[in-house]
């Protein structure tokens, strides 16, 4: 069974202010620190990692890999990215994805769920982040035990996400 974990950047691997204005201060605009609690998910669940934070719509996948291995993420685990479709919130976008997966326990690492970043069809997986704190260890325990026993999507489940 695939697991997945699906990686927003702002506000999860780096700390923003109530505005969504960078308080991370490096030249990446990222943390080691978070990137080393996603690592500890993908460590203990053998998960791979999907970008679907906005930066994907600036960096190549390869740019991506390359950024989080250099903060400490095995960048052979960072496998793609989700499609940038516009008309769709960031859930639509991640359900688009998990069309062609079959059977998958995922998580989805986000700090946001209002407006074009609804997760309404995959809320179920959300382990949402503070953007002043980003993943925490309480976050990752949350992410490993839903990608250890959380529910599993399949094709059925997702014609229902997409409609309904």
Do not use: Y
Request: proline share 4%; hydrophobic share 40%; net charge negative.
């Amino acid at each position: 069974m695939n697991k997945l974990i699906f990686l927003d950047f702002d506000g999860v691997i780096n700390r923003c202010d109530a505005d969504g204005w960078l308080i991370t201060k490096s030249d990446s605009m990222i943390e080691a620190e978070l990137v080393g609690n996603v690592a500890q998910i993908v460590e203990a669940t053998g998960a791979s990692v999907v970008v679907s934070s906005t930066w994907r719509e600036q960096l190549s996948l390869p740019r991506l890999k390359d950024l989080l291995h250099r903060h400490g993420l095995d960048e052979d685990r960072v496998i793609d990215v989700t499609p940038d479709l516009r008309e769709f919130t960031r859930g639509q976008e991640i359900a688009e994805f998990l069309k062609d997966q079959g059977p998958t326990r995922f998580v989805v690492l986000d700090d946001n769920d209002s407006g074009r970043f609804d997760m309404r069809p995959v809320r179920r997986h959300l382990v949402r982040t503070g953007h002043k704190e980003g993943v925490s260890k309480r976050h990752v325990r949350q992410a490993q035990r839903l990608l250890m026993e959380g529910p599993v999507w399949s094709p059925e489940v997702q014609s229902v996400a997409l409609t309904g």
